[in-house]
């Protein structure tokens, strides 16, 4: 690094001035984000052609990096977390988990090791405490912080390949999987697409899998699950991606330990409904599963980046994932990179910590009724409408079509084009659906009502686009 560059750097940190920049930056963003477009419109994207450049030869500025990003990157951006962003399970950002992440990037800690971070390594712990009560998981159940669902999976999933070998007498790791007894994969054939290819890294091939049907729900159908045995590694839905139905959660897991098998639960967004006093109806029996997945950066709104796997048997998911080496050093506290495969991360357990500190027990469980309640009255006020609702919405999903497939599609461009609202698009039962899903803390009863206005209109526009072109 040339020595001016370095004193650059250097008086940057000194003066604050980039970073009063950024603040100011960061608030303009803030005080618009409600009441901005859902998606941004064609003279924002146009304007990304300013990106479109090569690698400067010298160091440029930072005050105009940051000018550029928000001059050209802010009006571009998905207001996510506004209140009428139901396009994706994907949740807002809370206030001070925000700002607590803020403060953790300026650590700029790695948590892997307890030397590597102290404090870290004690937020971490506690959130693993307080998820596992939260969701009433069996004491001793050990979180490990990924980046979200997807990792959760393949981790959850891999200490279950490794726990069902090793009862085998066969050891994974050290042995592969060339002639490793044969292991069964009992999935749900709507399970979501992370789930299959989960299982198809860690070498169960997707032709191999047992596949058990759905009902009209999504949910796993008790009586197409085949027999199980010690072999068997079963994955159960808390959440369907679409309609947001749960697997009859109870009953698998019943059957799972009867055969000493090994229960993966999937609850990207759904899992959270087990802090709810409501909700938890859906999540009953999955304190027996062995390993979980979640997302705090969905229902919960922690900012992005932010999954969970969650395990009961705190050594076999230790042994299925981490790493050694002479330089690492463990001690008799909490070392993160035991629970994932990652050799280096982002500190995630601040703005978690900050989130269930934000909400506690009372707030989180608001949150998750909220969400839900919003949803009942999306659907019900687009019943009232003329739309029809093709699913039973018992969390934070609706599915809405028009009276034809055409006039489904098209009303769903004519929503996504307006900016009003944003949602996505689906097939469900056979048939194109418009898909909602309900997430963010910030959405308010206005909202809903703002955006099935927009749903209306949208085909309105439709309608009379389809006349206009007969």
């Known amino acids: 690094m040339k020595p001016g ?279 009953r029996g999955i304190e027996k599963a062995d390993s979980w997945s979640v997302d705090a950066h969905k229902t919960l709104n922690a900012p992005y980046d932010n999954g969970l796997v969650l395990c009961r048997h705190a050594s076999t998911l230790a042994v299925a994932l981490h790493a050694s080496g002479s330089y690492l050093q463990f001690s008799d506290r909490r070392d993160g990179m035991l629970y994932t495969p990652e050799m280096s991360r982002r500190a995630r357990a601040v703005d978690l910590w900050a989130t269930l500190k934000a909400l506690g027990r009372s707030g989180v469980e608001d949150l998750v009724d909220r969400l839900c309640l919003h949803a009942e009255r999306f659907a019900a006020k687009l019943k009232a409408q003329g739309f029809r609702v093709l699913n039973d919405v018992v969390f934070n999903q609706v599915l809405a079509a028009c009276e034809t497939p055409e006039l489904t599609r098209a009303t769903l461009e004519h929503i996504q084009r307006s900016g009003e609202c944003w949602c996505g698009g689906a097939e469900w039962r056979g048939e194109p659906v418009i898909r909602i899903s309900v997430c963010s803390w910030a959405t308010t009863a206005e909202d809903i009502d703002r955006s099935v206005a927009a749903f209306v209109a949208a085909r309105e526009a439709a309608t009379l686009g389809d006349r206009q072109t007969a």
């Open 5 to 283: 560059l370095q004193h650059e750097m250097l008086s940057a940190i000194g003066s604050r001035e980039l970073f009063d920049q950024a603040r100011e930056y960061a608030h303009a963003y803030m005080d618009a984000t409600l009441t901005r477009r859902a998606f941004p419109d064609d003279e924002a994207l146009g304007a990304l052609a300013a990106f479109d450049e090569p690698l400067p030869d010298e160091p440029e500025r930072p005050a105009e990096i940051l000018r550029m990003l928000h001059e050209h990157g802010s009006p571009a951006t998905v207001a996510a977390s506004g209140g009428r962003y139901f396009g994706f399970v994907t949740g807002g950002a809370l206030p001070a988990a925000l700002a607590a992440r803020w403060l953790a990037d300026v650590w700029d800690q790695n948590p892997v090791l307890y030397v590597l971070s102290p404090v870290i390594s004690q937020l971490e712990s506690t959130c693993e405490r307080w998820i596992a009560d939260l969701l009433r998981l069996p004491a001793g159940t050990v979180a490990g912080f990924v980046s979200g669902t997807s990792t959760a999976t393949l981790c959850g999933l891999a200490a279950g390949r490794y726990a069902l070998l090793e009862r085998a007498g066969w050891n994974v790791n050290s042995e592969g999987l060339a002639g490793a007894p044969p292991l069964r994969v009992i999935v749900n054939e709507q399970a979501h697409a992370s789930v299959f290819r989960a299982l198809e890294v860690l070498g169960f091939g997707s032709a191999r899998l047992e596949r058990a049907a759905a009902d009209d729900e999504g949910r796993m159908r008790l009586d197409s699950m085949p027999e199980l045995d010690a072999r068997c590694l079963v994955i159960a839905q808390a959440g369907h991606v679409n309609s947001g139905a749960f697997d009859p959660l109870d009953e698998i897991g019943d059957r799972v330990r009867r055969a000493n098998a090994w229960l993966h639960v999937d609850g990207a967004f759904g899992l959270w409904a087990a802090a709810s006093r409501s909700k938890r109806v859906l999540t």
